[in-house]
């Protein structure tokens, strides 16, 4: 292939059309909506890449990005670009050493804010601080953090399929910081363990916490808790009695759908519809039904037969 | 009869059932085939898939099992010598003792139901005991009523998330290696925060053992956790409540075949898996079928999205917010213009989860050691992450609690009024729904402060007019006035209130909640001094509390003077009403209540507002009823009053009538000879009363409604409970002066009731039924809002008088023993049969001499008092029983009133065969168990029965005895009615049975009802006796011996059947 082909070849590359790829969020204008995805991409807009940064963005939002794998300091990406076979990207990012991370650590402690923030699934706003603070960085601070390969025949570095990669891993952080950590080094757990001077408790598992509720595989049964039938007639027949007001309060809530709310985007969302407003309406119709249910009200008429 | 039972299993309700009798031939079939090959038998009283079959066609609306859905299971039961216990005495007698029980398989049939038929089965079963007379809901079967009810709840609070299962996974599971190759299916799982965790732990210590006693195989006894049979049955109920309210029941598309395999074809192939997810969620196929290790790595991301709310059920603490009050008093403050401390104060606490009132304050669980250490350790849970976690969610819920995490161990925050008042109406309730405890101050009523401002309309009546009486129709003009609790408020207090500017200030010691548009409106009405007008029935209405006032203020009453004060105050039970003496043509003397009933209903009447007279049975609604009905008729021009009752008390009423008020023309609308059209029109304007029954209302509506009543009046009302019925319609629709409604069940304790039976009474008073539901129904029933069942009571209360016999500061005159005789009527069949034995006896009697005269005179007594009992006691043939006898149909109705205010009764019959079908058609109908005591019980069983009786505060709450085997000797004070179903015409051996009941240790008044039935011998002989008091008690003495001495003549006389009325 002469150098000429090869851009014969290159300029009027266009994607081949992708189905069930990861899709932006964002339909329009920035990506990522937490502070923490923005200043993540702001960080790669700053190197001034030019239009690639622009086919970046449509490859995240046309779902050409078929999927992303992150690991302590790199995420892996397939993008499929004009060649049948995908590209593979791999965005590496320098790890903090063990001595920053207690530093760091230390620091995080001084307000329950940080800790409780991460917990529950977000990025405290100053945190960037607390690294500058400590003489660290969350963020990559220059290129030289940032490692980023791309098996497409660009020669340039960011090409477009970072670019995307990029964009949308800012999406990913919306909705999972600790994959930011994950990135310079600390699993989830690890830093939990650490902040606070939480020392893991063995229960924390939240499939433990729930009861097995399923006994249709018998090695599961096996190690279920059994609770005998008892013999006497006059235990079996009946159960205990219940107080009149178990069921409390029972209204239709004002806000539809506040428990999936409280969980916020699904992680690489690719569905054609969005699934909060999808949720809010289904929720709403759910209620409805819900209440007559409770009310003894949803018997078959002779209508529906 | 029938005991329905249930158990739930892979999604799906298995209906089976227990019956009395081995059912069908088949079974014994099934029977022979078990004994040759294992050990499991078939359970002797296991109902076949016909007896399921039928049963469920009595639930509302019908449930059709599915067509294919008869499987055969192992129901493992306590066993004693080779013999099943069954679950009632309703089934078979229980053994002495059950010590030696154990557990054994019993082969079963059961039915399957699809989800759609499950929920309409469970929710006939809300609240009732029975579906239909002789269908019993089992324990098990109430239980998963009242299951499907939590997961109802659950539904309605939003309470669940979407997720994906491995097919056949359990939830305890991790990713494993088999969950590389498999399906999947997408779920809606319910959610158990805080109050639902202790809930489902409620729920499911009290399931009965029977719900999990299923297998598929005869290996070992089921020991599945109740927990867990608990939770699957609720996740699929929510699962399948969701999914329905997305893609409507109706075509059937939850059918089994449906829901457990794959029929339906995909409309399209997805772009994504979560559009596959979306889609799978809204139909009623749950299945995801695709690439396995996509599909386990999705089912990883579903489950890490959830992890938030997951990881927050099911810990021993929850975080628990607690608003705190300042002390000081907003209006002196803005009076003395002086500052003070203003600042609230938001508490964090741990709140235990299985102790509500154990509440550790953050600020001592942070550095928790000694003993609040000792709380957290005992339940191995870790207090700081804990905190860290749940404050890191609550911030995202609320700012303040973000603002507040700046310290390391932050305990709460301060705020002020607004910020309370923001806090109080929508900060708690979000942080509620989202599993976090919230204690609010005891003035908040979840709705505002107790305390508010309130607008009152003022009224003053206008002078009467001329002589003509007043009415409800007048238009009357009246002003609204401001009040906080019972004071009216000044302009200056108003304006001071206005300038405060505060939603959320201290009055007087007492928070108030001040809503700035509210204030304005009361402003306004400053401002425009202008007065609205309406009538005093749309007032009498407003000032019972369903007025609204404008500027969206709370309504808090009328204040009236003049005759519309003394009118509302007379309503509201706070000023008395005139007591009139009874009419002077009334026969009798009413009881002192009975004047107060009477004046009441003439009260009302007279206001043309209806009344619904609710004393319990026995205290005498009839006369005063009929009271009222003579002294109506009397002032009102002549114009007959409608009474419509069940046509077992046609009789009851005539004779009443002709008792109480003798010179009243009474006419019987009934049976097929009645006259219809213009010639009814004709025969009942000459009337005073004309009876007739709920089903010839309907039926006979069009010239029914051409009458101009003086009044409608209803007995046993509550047959028109369910306004959707063609005779509560047509009861509805009828016009006149005045309508009352009688009924000896508790009508007002059942709110869905409520509306039908008023509105007849008062049209439009408790608004649309749409409205009545959505204001009151929906409140009181499923939110427990005391506030509206408070204006429900008020609104409804004036016009429903119930007086309780036991209630002895208003009923004091009553007789510690009341006797009362109750005619019955016959059916049609009945009265043919009756006139067969008649003819029979007439020519058998012509040709008889001695002995042989007076075996034909004992045998036909004999026949006719059986045809009057029931003609299958009559025919011998265990024919059906229901539907047959105006006596049984009477009995049943008394019987359900008795035992609906927690009456126990005695019935007496002469004939041990009736007992018999007493006692099976009893015990069916009301699905409880009814004691039988006859000649053939041994001493020992019938001590038991005796004790049972006396003693078991569970036990059987009817007793059937025959007159001979316990009529004497027993102690039965715990009943509190006699029923004697057929006479002895000896009163003294009537008189000795009463007396087990009426007796030393009895404290309660007795009543007892002796049947007969209208227009036959028995009332013939009755009014002999009564006639021939002093004679009676020597003639009688003998027994029956006597009848054989009369003539031919007179014996004709005695046993012809008048003609009267006859059922139809």
């Given at each position: 292939m002469s150098r000429w082909g090869y851009y014969d070849y290159f300029e009027p590359s266009r994607p081949r059309a992708v189905q069930g790829g990861i899709k932006a969020q964002s339909k329009r204008g920035t990506f990522g909506e937490s502070w923490w995805a923005k200043r993540w991409i702001a960080v790669l807009e700053s190197?001034?890449?030019?239009?690639?940064?622009?086919?970046?963005?449509?490859?995240?939002?046309?779902?050409?990005?078929?999927?992303?794998?992150?690991?302590?300091?790199?995420?892996?990406?397939?993008?499929?670009?004009?060649?049948?076979?995908?590209?593979?990207?791999?965005?590496?990012?320098?790890?903090?050493?063990?001595?920053?991370?207690?530093?760091?650590?230390?620091?995080?402690?001084?307000?329950?804010?940080?800790?409780?923030?991460?917990?529950?699934?977000?990025?405290?706003?100053?945190?960037?601080?607390?690294?500058?603070?400590?003489?660290?960085?969350?963020?990559?601070?220059?290129?030289?953090?940032?490692?980023?390969?791309?098996?497409?025949?660009?020669?340039?570095?960011?090409?477009?399929?970072?670019?995307?990669?990029?964009?949308?891993?800012?999406?990913?952080?919306?909705?999972?910081?600790?994959?930011?950590?994950?990135?310079?080094?600390?699993?989830?757990?690890?830093?939990?363990?650490?902040?606070?001077?939480?020392?893991?408790?063995?229960?924390?598992?939240?499939?433990?916490?729930?009861?097995?509720?399923?006994?249709?595989?018998?090695?599961?049964?096996?190690?279920?808790?059994?609770?005998?039938?008892?013999?006497?007639?006059?235990?079996?027949?009946?159960?205990?009695?219940?107080?009149?007001?178990?069921?409390?309060?029972?209204?239709?809530?004002?806000?539809?759908?506040?428990?999936?709310?409280?969980?916020?985007?699904?992680?690489?969302?690719?569905?054609?519809?969005?699934?909060?407003?999808?949720?809010?309406?289904?929720?709403?119709?759910?209620?409805?039904?819900?209440?007559?249910?409770?009310?003894?009200?949803?018997?078959?008429?002779?209508?529906?037969? | 009869m029938i005991v329905l039972h249930a158990f739930h299993t892979d999604g799906q309700l298995l209906l089976w059932g227990e019956a009395p009798t081995p059912s069908s031939p088949d079974s014994s079939t099934w029977r022979r085939q078990k004994r040759r090959g294992n050990a499991a038998a078939f359970f002797p009283y296991g109902a076949d898939a016909i007896a399921l079959s039928a049963a469920l066609v009595h639930t509302a609306g019908g449930v059709v099992a599915h067509a294919d859905g008869q499987e055969t299971r192992f129901v493992w039961l306590p066993t004693v010598a080779g013999q099943p216990l069954a679950s009632s005495p309703l089934i078979a007698e229980p053994p002495e003792s059950d010590a030696h029980a154990t557990l054994a398989p019993w082969r079963v049939t059961t039915l399957w139901l699809a989800p759609p038929e499950a929920v309409s089965l469970l929710c006939s079963c809300v609240n009732s005991e029975t579906l239909a007379p002789g269908v019993i809901i089992g324990k098990d079967l109430a239980f998963w009523a009242m299951a499907m009810r939590f997961a109802g709840a659950l539904v309605a609070r939003q309470q669940f998330l979407p997720t994906v299962r491995h097919a056949g996974e359990s939830r305890a599971g991790s990713l494993t290696k088999r969950e590389k190759h498999g399906r999947y299916r997408t779920c809606w799982e319910p959610v158990f925060l805080g109050?639902?965790?202790?809930?489902?732990?409620?729920?499911?210590?009290?399931?009965?053992?029977?719900?999990?006693?299923?297998?598929?195989?005869?290996?070992?006894?089921?020991?599945?956790?109740?927990?867990?049979?608990?939770?699957?049955?609720?996740?699929?109920?929510?699962?399948?409540?969701?999914?329905?309210s997305l893609v409507g029941n109706a075509t059937g598309v939850f059918s089994r075949a449906s829901t457990k395999r794959q029929v339906r074809t995909r409309p399209q192939s997805f772009a994504s898996i979560h559009d596959h997810w979306l889609y799978t969620l809204r139909a009623a196929e749950e299945e995801m079928v695709g690439d396995a290790s996509s599909l386990a790595q999705f089912a990883e991301q579903v489950r890490e999205w959830q992890r938030p709310i997951t990881a927050s059920t099911a810990t021993p603490f929850r975080l628990c917010f607690r608003l705190e009050e300042p002390v000081a008093d907003d209006m002196e403050i803005a009076r003395s213009g002086r500052s003070a401390n203003t600042a609230w104060y938001v508490r964090y606490l741990l709140q235990a989860a299985d102790d509500p009132s154990l509440l550790v304050p953050a600020a001592d669980a942070w550095t928790a050691n000694g003993r609040t250490a000792a709380i957290f350790t005992k339940k191995g849970f870790n207090p700081r992450e804990y905190l860290l976690t749940s404050l890191g969610q609550a911030a995202g819920i609320s700012p303040r609690v973000e603002d507040s995490l700046r310290k390391s161990t932050p305990s709460g925050y301060t705020l002020d009024a607004s910020g309370a008042h923001e806090f109080l109406t929508e900060q708690a309730w979000l942080l509620e729904q989202a599993g976090f405890g919230v204690l609010l101050p005891a003035w908040w009523t979840g709705k505002g402060t107790k305390l508010?401002?309130?607008?009152?309309?003022?009224?003053?009546?206008?002078?009467?007019?001329?002589?003509?009486?007043?009415?409800?129709?007048?238009?009357?003009?009246?002003?609204?006035?401001?009040?906080?609790?019972?004071?009216?408020?000044?302009?200056?207090?108003?304006?001071?209130?206005?300038?405060?500017?505060?939603?959320?200030?201290?009055?007087?010691?007492?928070?108030?909640?001040?809503?700035?548009?509210?204030?304005?409106?009361?402003?306004?009405?400053?401002?425009?001094?202008?007065?609205?007008?309406?009538?005093?029935?749309?007032?009498?209405?407003?000032?019972?509390g369903a007025g609204t006032a404008p500027g969206g203020m709370p309504f808090a009453g009328v204040t009236a003077t003049g005759w519309i004060a003394d009118l509302l105050a007379q309503l509201d039970g706070q000023a008395a009403f005139e007591e009139l003496p009874q009419p002077a043509a009334f026969q009798g003397t009413l009881r002192p209540y009975?004047?107060?009933?009477?004046?009441?209903?003439?009260?009302?009447?007279?206001?043309?507002?209806?009344?619904?007279?609710?004393?319990?049975?026995?205290?005498?609604?009839?006369?005063?009823?009929?009271?009222?009905?003579?002294?109506?008729?009397?002032?009102?021009?002549?114009?007959?009053?409608?009474?419509?009752?069940?046509?077992?008390?046609?009789?009851?009423?005539?004779?009443?009538?002709?008792?109480?008020?003798?010179?009243?023309?009474?006419?019987?609308?009934?049976?097929?000879?009645?006259?219809?059209?213009?010639?009814?029109?004709?025969?009942a304007s000459k009337q005073a009363i004309v009876l007739s029954s709920y089903a010839l209302l309907h039926r006979d509506f069009e010239f029914l409604t051409?009458?101009?009543?003086?009044?409608?009046?209803?007995?046993?009302?509550?047959?028109?409970?369910?306004?959707?019925?063609?005779?509560?319609?047509?009861?509805?629709?009828?016009?006149?002066?005045?309508?009352?409604?009688?009924?000896?069940?508790?009508?007002?304790?059942?709110?869905?009731?409520?509306?039908?039976?008023?509105?007849?009474?008062?049209?439009?008073?408790?608004?649309?039924?749409?409205?009545?539901?959505?204001?009151?129904?929906?409140?009181?029933?499923?939110?427990?809002?005391?506030?509206?069942?408070?204006?429900?009571?008020?609104?409804?209360?004036?016009?429903?008088?119930?007086?309780?016999?036991?209630?002895?500061?208003?009923?004091?005159?009553?007789?510690?023993?009341?006797?009362?005789?109750?005619?019955?009527?016959?059916?049609?069949?009945?009265?043919?049969?009756?006139?067969?034995?008649?003819?029979?006896?007439?020519?058998?009697?012509?040709?008889?001499?001695?002995?042989?005269?007076?075996?034909?005179?004992?045998?036909?007594?004999?026949?006719?008092?059986q045809v009057c009992n029931h003609p299958a006691q009559f025919l011998g043939d265990n024919s059906a029983i229901s539907g047959r006898s105006g006596k049984l149909a009477r009995l049943t109705e008394m019987l359900e009133e008795a035992l609906s205010t927690g009456d126990r009764a005695l019935v007496f019959s002469q004939f041990a065969e009736m007992g018999e079908i007493?006692?099976?058609?009893?015990?069916?109908?009301?699905?409880?168990?009814?004691?039988?005591?006859?000649?053939?019980?041994?001493?020992?069983?019938?001590?038991?029965?005796?004790?049972?009786?006396?003693?078991?505060?569970?036990?059987?709450?009817?007793?059937?005895?025959?007159?001979?085997?316990?009529?004497?000797?027993?102690?039965?004070?715990?009943?509190?009615?006699?029923?004697?179903?057929?006479?002895?015409?000896?009163?003294?051996?009537?008189?000795?049975?009463?007396?087990?009941?009426?007796?030393?240790?009895?404290h309660k008044n007795v009543q007892v009802h002796k049947f007969l039935c209208v227009g036959t011998l028995e009332e013939k002989i009755d009014e002999m006796i009564a006639r021939k008091q002093e004679v009676a008690a020597k003639v009688v003495g003998t027994g029956e011996g006597w009848l054989t001495e009369l003539s031919t003549e007179e014996l004709k006389e005695l046993f012809a059947l008048r003609q009267e009325v006859v059922g139809e």
């Open positions: 190197f001034h890449i030019g239009s690639r940064l622009e086919r970046g963005r449509s490859y995240a939002r046309r779902g050409q990005v078929l999927s992303i794998n992150i690991d302590k300091g790199t995420a892996k990406a397939k993008v499929q670009g004009s060649r049948p076979t995908p590209y593979a990207v791999t965005i590496t990012i320098k790890a903090l050493t063990t001595a920053d991370w207690k530093k760091l650590i230390q620091a995080l402690s001084s307000q329950a804010l940080f800790a409780a923030k991460l917990l529950a699934g977000e990025m405290p706003q100053d945190i960037e601080q607390v690294f500058t603070a400590v003489g660290l960085s969350l963020f990559p601070a220059a290129l030289q953090e940032l490692d980023t390969e791309c098996s497409c025949p660009d020669w340039s570095n960011p090409c477009k399929h970072i670019a995307a990669v990029y964009y949308l891993l800012g999406e990913e952080f919306d909705r999972d910081p600790f994959l930011l950590f994950l990135l310079r080094g600390r699993s989830r757990d690890e830093l939990v363990k650490h902040l606070g001077g939480i020392s893991p408790s063995p229960q924390r598992d939240d499939t433990a916490a729930r009861q097995d509720a399923g006994s249709a595989s018998s090695s599961l049964v096996a190690a279920a808790p059994t609770e005998p039938l008892p013999a006497e007639a006059s235990r079996f027949w009946r159960g205990a009695d219940l107080p009149d007001d178990l069921f409390g309060e029972v209204q239709i809530p004002p806000v539809s759908a506040a428990l999936p709310r409280r969980l916020g985007n699904f992680p690489f969302w690719r569905g054609a519809e969005r699934l909060p407003e999808v949720l809010e309406s289904l929720y709403r119709q759910a209620s409805q039904r819900g209440l007559e249910a409770f009310l003894g009200e949803l018997r078959k008429k002779d209508s529906d037969r | 109050t639902d965790a202790t809930r489902l732990a409620q729920l499911a210590k009290a399931m009965p053992p029977v719900c999990r006693a299923l297998t598929r195989e005869v290996i070992a006894p089921p020991a599945t956790p109740a927990l867990t049979v608990l939770t699957m049955f609720l996740n699929a109920t929510v699962d399948y409540l969701v999914r329905s508010r401002l309130t607008a009152r309309a003022t009224v003053r009546s206008p002078k009467m007019q001329g002589g003509s009486g007043l009415s409800l129709d007048q238009i009357v003009r009246f002003n609204w006035e401001v009040a906080l609790g019972d004071e009216t408020l000044s302009l200056p207090e108003l304006q001071t209130l206005a300038r405060l500017k505060a939603p959320l200030v201290k009055v007087r010691g007492q928070w108030v909640q001040l809503n700035a548009e509210e204030i304005q409106a009361a402003l306004d009405f400053w401002k425009r001094k202008t007065a609205d007008e309406m009538t005093v029935r749309a007032m009498v209405r407003m000032a019972l009975q004047v107060r009933g009477y004046s009441w209903l003439a009260f009302l009447r007279h206001w043309g507002l209806g009344a619904c007279l609710a004393d319990d049975m026995g205290l005498g609604k009839t006369p005063q009823t009929l009271a009222l009905i003579q002294r109506d008729w009397q002032t009102n021009d002549k114009r007959p009053v409608l009474l419509i009752c069940p046509t077992s008390v046609v009789g009851n009423w005539q004779k009443e009538a002709a008792r109480f008020t003798p010179d009243l023309p009474v006419m019987v609308h009934h049976g097929l000879t009645r006259t219809k059209g213009a010639a009814f029109k004709r025969e051409d009458i101009p009543w003086a009044g409608v009046i209803l007995d046993e009302a509550q047959n028109i409970k369910n306004p959707e019925t063609k005779q509560a319609r047509a009861a509805r629709s009828l016009t006149a002066d005045y309508h009352i409604a009688l009924t000896g069940t508790p009508v007002e304790n059942n709110v869905g009731d409520l509306w039908s039976i008023l509105e007849f009474l008062n049209p439009s008073f408790l608004g649309t039924q749409a409205e009545f539901k959505r204001t009151f129904f929906v409140p009181i029933q499923a939110n427990h809002d005391p506030e509206a069942t408070e204006r429900l009571k008020r609104l409804t209360g004036p016009f429903i008088l119930r007086r309780l016999k036991t209630d002895k500061t208003i009923i004091s005159d009553l007789p510690e023993k009341m006797e009362m005789k109750v005619y019955c009527t016959l059916t049609k069949e009945q009265a043919s049969l009756y006139a067969a034995v008649v003819e029979e006896a007439t020519a058998a009697l012509e040709s008889a001499e001695g002995i042989q005269r007076k075996g034909v005179i004992l045998a036909t007594l004999s026949k006719l008092k007493l006692k099976r058609h009893l015990q069916g109908t009301f699905g409880r168990e009814v004691m039988f005591l006859h000649g053939a019980v041994p001493k020992k069983q019938r001590d038991r029965l005796v004790e049972r009786f006396q003693t078991d505060e569970d036990g059987p709450r009817i007793f059937v005895l025959s007159l001979k085997a316990g009529g004497t000797g027993l102690n039965l004070t715990a009943a509190n009615h006699v029923f004697h179903f057929d006479r002895w015409w000896n009163p003294a051996v009537e008189n000795q049975a009463t007396d087990r009941a009426f007796r030393i240790g009895q």
